[in-house]
Every structure is written in structure tokens, then in C-alpha cells.
């Protein structure tokens, strides 16, 4: 784990609990205020008095507000972008083709995730909520900016995967919030972190493992928040936003298995020699999902194929 330790166990500072505490009761009461004064003039704030999720997203709120980091703290200059590689000229330009589709995929997966997490910041029906999201959007913000400055020191994007976009698309396009949390914060960012351990793991010394460290313990906390806000957003939905969240998953997998299989056109041939590997990557992405879903509430079946 990263050396910030693990951000799910570590007790929650008081001072900083304190703050938050703060925090959401100032920003309660100019709330109700800006209630009293819309009800008055026939218009509504567009807050759900049926959820209070103070508790639960205070904590992910303090955690995310003390795990802040700054683009400019990473290692700079100090370490390679990506490993270097060695042998022959050729072979090293290779590996490099390989990094470069590697950072090219996050840029693009943090590229959406600034967009999901601002529209959760708008679509929260509640100030807890509301006030935990401002925490991500800056978190995937600064994610992206870092993964801009890395892809401009590996040379640019290379061939971006076009099955990632359109997973990004269906989820920024959902009907519901419900959908939108459960596949962009529970499934996804769950999905992400032992994937952000491997590119560290097979880096070792670079910015970008340093890089994927900082994201494992943000996308720790923001997966975190996810399951918890979704168990308690789904004890208020009908079961037709359940069977909304079910559909769409069917819809997503088979995209997701493709997104999982493909590779840049010049390592197009690789993906044979994989399979048998992206395979069962799969598979243990499927049994994940399902543990998620009864995790919040939902029942979610392999589709079928699979
Ligand atoms: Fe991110
Ligand atoms: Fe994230």
C-alpha cells in the first residue's frame, strides 16, 4: 500500500472532523435560508429533505480534504516520466509505444472522470453530498492535469481506445444518478485500483508509478463514498431505477470486455496471445461486480455469454 497507509482504517483527526462539522452546518443554514426565500417566491432549491447522508459523507469529506495533493509535488525532472527500458534502439522505442498507450488510456479515463464527478456535484440531492463531491471534482481535476503533463513528456497521446469513450458516454448520457454512481464510482473506481498497483508495480522509479500510487489511495476513498452514498441513495429508489441501474450494466459489459481486450494498431497482433489472460481478467471483474452489487443493495447477474 501507499505510504499514506490505508485511508479506510485510519482514524479521522478531530480538528479536521470538527471543520467539516463546520462546514456543512454553515452551509445548512444558508441553505434553508435560500429555501425560506425560493418557497416564498413560488420556485424550488432542488434538495431531497428525505436523505441525510451527514454521517456517512462527512468522513469521505475530512479523508479527502487531509489527502489532497498538489500536480506540482510529484517528482518532476527528479525521475523518468515512464521506465526507460534498455537493449536496442528499436526495442526500447517499443516499450515506449507501450507506456505511451498506457498514460494515453488514463489521460482519457480521468478526462471523463472530471466530467462524471461534476455532474454528481449537480446532481447530489443533498448538502453532505454536495459538499463531499466539490472534494472529487477537484480530486479528478488535478488527476487529469497530471496525466496531461505526463503524456506531454512521453511524446503525446498515442491512439486513444475508442470503447473507453464509449463506456464514458453511456454513463455521462444515464438517466439517473443512481446509474451513474454505480458504474462510474462502484464499479469502475473500484475496478481501477489493482490496476493502478500493476502499471506502479511494472514502474518502479518513475513519476508514473508515483502517480498511480497517489490515485490508488483517491480512488480508494472515492469508491469508498460511492458504495456508501449508492446503499443509501437505493433505500429511497423504486424498483424501476433498480432495473434501470440492471439494464444498464447488461448494456455496459459486453463494451467493457472490448475496452479490456483492445490494443493500439501496432500491438493489434498481442491481443491474440492475450486472450486467454484478458479472459479471465474478466471473469474476476464479473464475480467483483456482483459482490459490489449485493454490497449496495442491487442484484446484478452475469449477462449472458459470459
Ligand atoms: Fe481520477
Ligand atoms: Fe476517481
Given at each position: 500500500m501507499h505510504d499514506n497507509g490505508d485511508v479506510r482504517t485510519e482514524p479521522v483527526e478531530d480538528t479536521l472532523l470538527q471543520d467539516a462539522n463546520e462546514a456543512i452546518l454553515a452551509l445548512e443554514t444558508a441553505e434553508e435560508e435560500v429555501n425560506r426565500g425560493n418557497y416564498s417566491n413560488g420556485s424550488l432549491v432542488?434538495?431531497?429533505?428525505?436523505?441525510?447522508?451527514t454521517l456517512e459523507m462527512q468522513k469521505f469529506y475530512v479523508l479527502a480534504k487531509r489527502q489532497a495533493w498538489k500536480v506540482?509535488?510529484?517528482s518532476w525532472g527528479q525521475l523518468p516520466p515512464v521506465p526507460e527500458g534498455k537493449g536496442s534502439g528499436e526495442k526500447r522505442a517499443r516499450r515506449m509505444a507501450i507506456w505511451r498507450s498506457v498514460v494515453t488510456q488514463q489521460l482519457q479515463a480521468d478526462t471523463l472522470a472530471s466530467l462524471l464527478s461534476s455532474q454528481l456535484l449537480a446532481a447530489a440531492p443533498d448538502l453532505p453530498g454536495r459538499l463531499y463531491y466539490t472534494t472529487m471534482v477537484q480530486d479528478e481535476g488535478r488527476h487529469a492535469e497530471a496525466w496531461i503533463k505526463l503524456t506531454n513528456l512521453v511524446g503525446g497521446m498515442s491512439e486513444p481506445d475508442p470503447y473507453l469513450d464509449k463506456l464514458g458516454n453511456i454513463v455521462l448520457n444515464a438517466d439517473t444518478l443512481e446509474e451513474k454512481i454505480w458504474m462510474f464510482q462502484v464499479v469502475f473506481e473500484g475496478l481501477v485500483i489493482d490496476r493502478f498497483r500493476q502499471i506502479a508495480a511494472g514502474a518502479p522509479g518513475t513519476i508514473l508509478a508515483e502517480l498511480c500510487n497517489r490515485l490508488t489511495v483517491d480512488d480508494g476513498i472515492h469508491h469508498g463514498s460511492g458504495v456508501v452514498y449508492e446503499q443509501r441513495l437505493l433505500q429511497r429508489v423504486s424498483s424501476r431505477t433498480k432495473r434501470g441501474i440492471w439494464r444498464m450494466s447488461q448494456e455496459m459489459w459486453p463494451l467493457f470486455v472490448d475496452h479490456l481486450m483492445w490494443r493500439p494498431q501496432e500491438r493489434s497482433w498481442a491481443s491474440r496471445a492475450m486472450q486467454p489472460r484478458d479472459l479471465e481478467t474478466v471473469k474476476s471483474y464479473m464475480a467483483q461486480e456482483r459482490k459490489l452489487a449485493i454490497k449496495v443493495g442491487l442484484e446484478i447477474d452475469t449477462p449472458p455469454g459470459f
Open positions: 432542488d434538495i431531497d429533505a428525505t436523505i441525510d447522508t506540482e509535488q510529484l
